[in-house]
């Protein structure tokens, strides 16, 4: 087991950028760093149960007894404990943001994916033959394709995504993990067959091979928890990227956290509500994402998977967190 | 069309009991009062439009353009506008309240009933078949009668809420409609298909056909928005009811917001979380109830319904009032 | 292990009534009695091994090791081997009677209910909900409750049946087991449920509880395979009955038959017409009744049941059956 | 409308193979001509109606108002009318044949695909997913998919269906349309899926696009009614070729005339058993095969289709030709 302790990093937010009103009732800075001691203390036990996902060579070696957990507040305070610095593979967790870059270019994915929970396990093809190609919500992998196919109208969606996310980390060093890439390319059938059953059905813009290369790359980029946080922190800010800028207006922002929080857990999402109270994405990289509206964005990344595809020890940080800080949305 | 004017009330809240913080960066009462007006103002072409519930004859005849809403704040102020005060039938908003009178007396009922949203229309079979007699969430109807056959343990479900919403709401007067509740238990063939055939996996306790009964008397119940919005405010207040006593823990009520709003407006929970953002539970009566976490319940009434079953000018005058006050949860 | 041995019997039949050509190219009533020795002894390893069906407790108590088989001829002669004149409860072979005999009262019943195959197991709402509570065929337990309910029209629909099974086999004794009825009705939860399902589509005339009851008891009736393959005899002889007189016109008798090969045996139709070859209905007493449309009906009857609900070893002496008779329809 | 007259043609059959019994009693040579001018007479009505599949162009531009029959009798007769002899297109009737190229080799392919009608239509992937990757039947386009990737394992899949229909029919000039073929091959997104996803969990031996390219070039060879009625006529002698070997042995043969019964018509193939009463498999050119065990194939063309990409005068024509004949299985 590594040794846990927590360690508080600090980067830049311009404040001018008119940030929303913040009226902590729990945490100061130094209290969130022994907070996160206390939960990776609480979740111990939980570490290391669960899965690993195996379902490619590249993600089966991950050591399972790794934790890290990471917040983000608005003000650019960045709080870690555990592997809170070390890379893992994002996987799902990049659906949020290319979400996210993709409705800053305006609403036509909409047009072509819903906003409502599947029911069905995160890659069913049974919903879209139902629904005519049209993907439930853009978290199921059907759907991130479509965001994906759509982001590809204005260039690689991948190296956006990339850019996206190593200007908002401040870690130019982010990068795709080719070896995972390689594998999940090589493990694709499925994505595939969901990408091909939707251009029958006319729900693909670009060539199918096009979209999934793409698709596999922004899944397989490696990125650490504290680099995931701050790269969330927009969706905590209601749009406000870390340099004050502007990516996605207050509405667009807050229903990105409305999808998250029914659609983000796979079709576990109404117990992640339940329980954890936050909006949340996971990945089968062992990586939850969790946004507390006008205060922090938080990752925590361990890689024993539930039945369901999410993080053990993951969900029962996030849980312990928003016990103790009181901060769920409900 | 009616003269829809705002007013405001005020009942008693006892401060001796620990409410939760108000940090209200809108209204003050004479605000949200004008604030009132002004929905009803932007919503009237919405008022009318759909279809009012016909599948029993009590409910069709109600008149579609009828509008009415209630801000009950968590410190006893209540306005209203339209026919904010005038009764209609609950129906599925009564799902909430026998949810948190279940609660009330333990977890028991989670044993018997999951949290994950449908996916399926409110009353489908196909999910219960799926998952062995085990519906998926509180508040589609087979949920709601294991609900109702939890409460039945103590007494008669439908006397407990009774008694309840009256205290809650300081109305003696609400009563179930003994017509619209004779009419229900004429067309309950879809409902009792579903208690039978849970009844079949061994998940109903008491004999279907009292069961039924109790249902079917809450479902006809008779509230004004107002009535709805006070006996709400437990869920704004974390817990308390309006004499300042708990009902239930922190906890246990914010998990009953979680499930509203993954949950709580039938197979249209993501778009009601996505535009509106609040918990919020709907009725085919034409009500919605939803809640602001720490501030208020609102109740809106208008009887034209959307195709999924949820009122148009309800779902309409609820996304104004977050656009305009900026409170949605996210 | 009971001895085992075969005999032949003979009974009335009406030469006067025109029955179809027979060119038997493998066996005379002498062989057909040793083909049955021979039949039992291939597949003694096979009885016993199933489960018997065990929902209800008169049907649990079955002895696993019986097993009969009964073959009559159009011309009237029967043989059986092993417990062939030892009455068991017919179940769902009951369903084959009740829609002849509400097909020889006309049409109607088609308008309301399918002819496909079901792909679900044989008591699914899934396919109700679909397919707006038309089910898909008569053989599932929908199905027969909407025969049943169509039969009722002309007087109680399980007196009806026992006196054609009484006339055909010429066994006044035939009678409704009322141990196994009383046990049916206290476990019928999911046929209720199926009935108030397809009422709340308005697919049921009747009222439930009076439908079920009939459905009960037909389901209950006990008769040896001798009584079963004597009363099926109508279906081999394209309509005629055991007196000569027509109950089903040459197209309807072949086309119930369509409908056993096709929905006959719960959802491994396919394997069986595959195996064994001919129509068939089986029940979940364990008993199988088959036709070669032109020479004989079968039944067989053994209690253990695979996952599917069909007998095992009387699948597999249907099986031999045809392979060593070459009387598949194929 | 074309001028349609019966016809009959006589080729070769090796009378040194053993043939089944024949017991005909309607027709003899010259009736069957006679009939064959009755039936189309019978369904002129229905001649031109339905709709002609249109998913490719090169299909849409067939001429709705063509109409041909012909019957292979086990002893070599063929006799036809109208359109009989005109090649069109055989899609999914191919499946017939491959799938008894594929038993010829062994009975390998059954671990991959089951023998149970699909309850879903023909390109569904609900079921799929459901039997994780294990086509329900050979004959919806997931099953025949497979088939084609075993036939693969000896070759060219397509080529060897040639290589047997050109023998068979004793016409070298069938081919593949190549310009059919090229069209299906740009419109095969779902079938690509299909294949994908059945990859996904291991049951496609072969490179998908591979056996895509083998799988629309069968689907895509052009024959008239008597060349595939030729080709069919082992399935009537149970297995012997025209040349009086040997395609598939006694059992073999029998059992693929089940799985046409029950599963050679997508999802109507309860109708088409309980109307027809025979063993068939249809195709969206609009013909249809079908087999009297015994005494002949008979393969009719019209292309105008039902909802259920069946032929509409291709259904009648065959209702038509049982109801005169009696020559149903059942």
């Given at each position: 087991m590594p040794d846990i302790t927590a360690g508080t990093a600090r980067f830049r937010f311009d404040r001018g950028a008119r940030g929303p009103d913040r009226t902590a009732f729990y945490a100061r800075p130094v209290e969130l760093a022994a907070l996160l001691d206390r939960i990776a203390d609480d979740v111990a036990p939980e570490i290391g149960r669960g899965a690993v996902a195996d379902y490619i060579p590249a993600l089966a070696?991950?050591?399972?007894w790794r934790f890290g957990m990471a917040v983000a507040e608005v003000d650019g305070a960045v709080h870690g404990v555990g592997d809170w610095e070390r890379p893992f593979s994002v996987q799902s967790m990049s659906k949020v943001f290319t979400l996210a870059l993709a409705l800053s270019r305006g609403d036509s994915v909409w047009a072509r994916v819903?906003?409502?929970?599947?029911?069905?396990?995160?890659?069913?093809?049974v919903q879209l033959e139902h629904e005519d190609g049209i993907p439930r919500n853009p978290f199921i992998n059907a759907g991130a394709l479509v965001v994906t196919d759509e982001l590809a109208?204005?260039?690689d969606a991948a190296d956006a995504l990339l850019a996206f996310l190593r200007r908002e980390s401040g870690r130019?060093?982010?990068?795709?993990?080719l070896e995972v890439a390689a594998s999940e390319a090589g493990h694709a059938d499925r994505n595939r067959a969901l990408a091909y059953f939707m251009a029958s059905y006319g729900?693909?813009?670009?060539?199918v091979p096009s979209v999934l290369d793409q698709y596999v790359r922004q899944c397989s980029i490696a990125m650490s928890c504290a680099d995931v946080a701050r790269s969330a922190l927009f969706l905590a800010r209601h749009g406000v990227r870390n340099d004050g800028s502007?990516?996605?207006?207050l509405s667009a922002a807050k229903r990105i956290n409305a999808v998250m929080l029914t659609c983000g857990t796979y079709d576990a999402a109404g117990e992640f509500a339940y329980r954890v109270g936050l909006p949340g994405k996971s990945g089968v990289g062992g990586g939850i994402v969790a946004i507390v509206p006008g205060r922090c964005a938080v990752c925590v990344w361990s890689p024993g998977l539930d039945a369901r595809g999410n993080s053990v020890a993951g969900v029962a940080a996030l849980d312990r967190f928003t016990t103790l800080t009181g901060w769920s949305i409900f």
């Open positions: 070696r991950v050591e399972p819903g906003r409502e929970p599947s029911g069905d396990p995160f890659n069913s093809l109208r204005h260039g130019q060093e982010i990068a795709v993990d729900n693909m813009r670009h060539p502007r990516l996605l207006g």
